[in-house]
């Protein structure tokens, strides 16, 4: 039996959805809604992809056209810019592929020279 239909009309207490609703009040997550810096990404990144703490990655942006480049501290940023999804730019930085015939995105590690 399904756990949905064994809890059909029970009757919730008011601490029961007080509790429920905690978390979603930003209570118990106090960065909730908040988008992260850039220092707190490159954190992030270092310790996922396990670099040194003089190493920064990026994605970065080729128009194979034109030549130009811009680097983006994560795929959300770069989507943002061009106003696609997340998704659309892993698929391609995974394949190697072009994006629309003209733009390419790869992953590049830099050294950054400490402070």
Known sequence: MKLSIIQKGKILTEEHKINIS???????TP?????PT???II???RKRFCLGNN???FVVFLNVGTGE?????????LSKYLNIGDTTIS??????KLFQK???FYIQIDTIKQQ
């Open 22 to 28: 905690y978390p979603l009040k930003g209570r118990a």
């Open 31 to 35: 960065n909730l809604g908040i988008p």
């Open 38 to 40: 850039d220092e707190t």
């Open 43 to 45: 954190k992030m990144n």
């Open 55 to 57: 190493e920064v990655w």
């Open 69 to 77: 480049t811009k680097k983006f501290l994560s795929y959300s940023k």
């Open 91 to 96: 698929k391609y930085v995974k394949n190697k």
């Open 102 to 104: 003209k733009y390419l």
